[in-house]
């Protein structure tokens, strides 16, 4: 069972990076409270921290329809062909296995193979594949695919990267009215201090754009441990590594674009096909890490079904 | 405060948390347990699907393939005794027959192009297929529970208090020895 060991470090990771975030948020407000918001110390960072809450709140409960309008999505026809009454039996079978309610299927014209999940809770949440997936993916490729995309919704994900990106929107908020607050001081003073005021002033800067860049790296770092997270739950609930390793095998082998590849979209669909150089600035881990990590499990011995 | 004070206190204040610790615990038991026992009734669920089916599909196999009545009367026979047993040993045990014959079943329907080849056939073959898909993962999803609840009675301190309030171990499931054996065909 070591998907169960890949599981806790990836748990583990994510506490510690959460922990990074908010230790940047607050290291930024208190820094900028005692050297920009001089005059309203202590008032303006939690301001700015409730303002980004409410924001996080409003597209955490704004539901799915706009997001799936947004990519042209249509309720899967189970009838429409045997693959796609497949697709449907085959989430059905894995929300008995990871004891999730079924959530509705949709899918999303595009040629490349991928797929997402999207809601604020598993009662609400929708799974999206593209045609590509139907039509090329095996049965037990589908398998592995949809038991990621359930694993997120069960490991409330969506409701960790709203968090993340309303602690990013604090960072970049409170980075906005340190500078508008900079530009409003008089520096034109003749005394001997405006030298050092200029410097002061640059140098704070400077951390804002280190704290607003650290913010990215963070909420990128987090959303990698995710998916490895994913990876290891879907194996949790298929108890063999083999469908979702055929997946992204074939994935990797094709690499063809993504038609909607909006950077705000990218970290939620399956894979990211994508190639950068850097692995910093990727929202997914390189497929090659990917398979590596999924070929060190043996299939568990069969609960006895024909598969 | 006087000693006498203190000492209530103290005694007041440990009564409560051992209360709060027990209601904790307690309530913790049960909900592991009533997963278990949700778990379970789901798997009838997915055997009585599998019982549904299979009318269908020996129909389908008669039409082009009636030399096999052998394998079909097998089906037939085997999905009758799993409907009417009740005990639940009896129930595993019919059940594991019933997935053996309908291996046979299937593993017979390969040698009948004809009937590979009709649509109907391939589209009861693909719910079969879901269906045994289903039913072995509701049972994973019982053992999965069952674990839970066996580990969350056995663990330190809630073990002392589970005997007393009748929380006993759930078995797991087990993949009864005929399952594990590929179908063997008979001409």
């Known amino acids: 069972m070591n998907f169960r060991d890949e599981q806790k470090r990836n748990v583990r990771t994510t506490w510690l990076l959460s922990g990074a975030f908010f230790l940047l948020l607050t290291v930024t407000g208190v820094l900028l409270d005692f050297f920009i918001f001089k005059g309203q110390m202590f008032l303006i960072t939690p301001a700015v921290v409730i303002f980004a809450a409410g924001q996080g709140l409003y597209a955490y409960y704004s539901g799915t329809a706009m997001l799936l309008r947004s990519v042209e999505a249509v309720p899967l026809d189970s009838s429409a062909s045997p693959k796609h009454r497949q697709v449907q039996n085959i989430l059905e079978e894995l929300c008995l296995a990871a004891g999730l309610p079924q959530p509705p299927l949709y899918v999303e014209p595009d040629a490349a193979i991928n797929a997402f999940a999207a809601g604020r809770d598993p009662e609400h949440s929708v799974v999206c594949v593209t045609t590509g997936l139907i039509d090329r993916l095996e049965r037990n490729e589908i398998a592995g695919v949809l038991a990621h995309e359930l694993a997120h919704i069960r490991n409330r994900d969506v409701l960790l990267f709203t968090i993340m990106a309303a602690f990013v929107g604090a960072v970049g908020l409170l980075a906005a009215l340190a500078f508008r607050s900079i530009r409003g001081t008089r520096v034109s003073r003749r005394s001997k201090n405006s030298g050092q005021l200029v410097l002061a002033l640059i140098l704070i800067a400077v951390v804002l754009w280190l704290a607003s860049w650290l913010g990215k790296l963070l909420r990128l770092a987090v959303s990698r441990t995710r998916e490895f997270l994913a990876d290891a739950t879907a194996v949790e609930f298929t108890r063999e590594p083999d469908g979702l390793v055929s997946a992204l095998e074939k994935i990797r082998q094709e690499a063809i674009e993504t038609e909607y590849g909006e950077a705000d979209m990218a970290h939620a669909y399956f894979a990211q096909p994508h190639f950068r150089a850097s692995s910093f600035f990727a929202s997914h881990p390189p497929l090659d890490e990917r398979i590596a990590r999924l070929r060190v499990w043996q299939p568990e011995p069969p609960t006895p079904a024909a598969r | ?187």
Do not use: C
Request: aromatic share 8%; charged share 20%.
């Open chain 2, 1 to 187: 405060m006087t000693p006498v004070l203190i000492i209530l206190a103290g005694l007041v204040g440990f009564v409560l948390i051992v209360g709060l610790w027990l209601m904790g615990a307690y309530n913790g038991m049960v909900t592991l347990r009533q997963a278990v026992k949700n778990a379970w009734a789901q798997i009838d669920v997915q055997l009585r699907r599998r019982h549904d089916l299979i009318p269908n599909i020996v129909n389908t196999v008669k039409g082009y393939a009636a030399h096999e009545k052998g394998t079909l009367e097998a089906v037939i026979n085997a999905r009758a005794k799993a409907t009417s047993v009740t005990l639940p040993a009896d129930r595993i045990k019919a059940e594991g027959e019933l997935s053996s014959a309908l291996g046979r079943l299937l593993a017979v329907s390969e040698s009948y192009p004809e009937l590979k080849a009709n649509q109907n056939f391939l589209a009861l073959q693909e719910e079969l297929t879901s269906t045994e898909n289903r039913v072995a993962y509701a049972r994973q999803f019982y053992n999965d529970n069952a674990t839970k609840y066996n580990t969350g009675i056995q663990v330190f301190p809630n073990v002392i208090i589970a005997g007393m309030f009748g929380f006993r171990e759930e078995p797991l499931f087990e993949a009864p020895a005929e399952a594990k054996e590929p179908p063997t065909v008979q001409f």
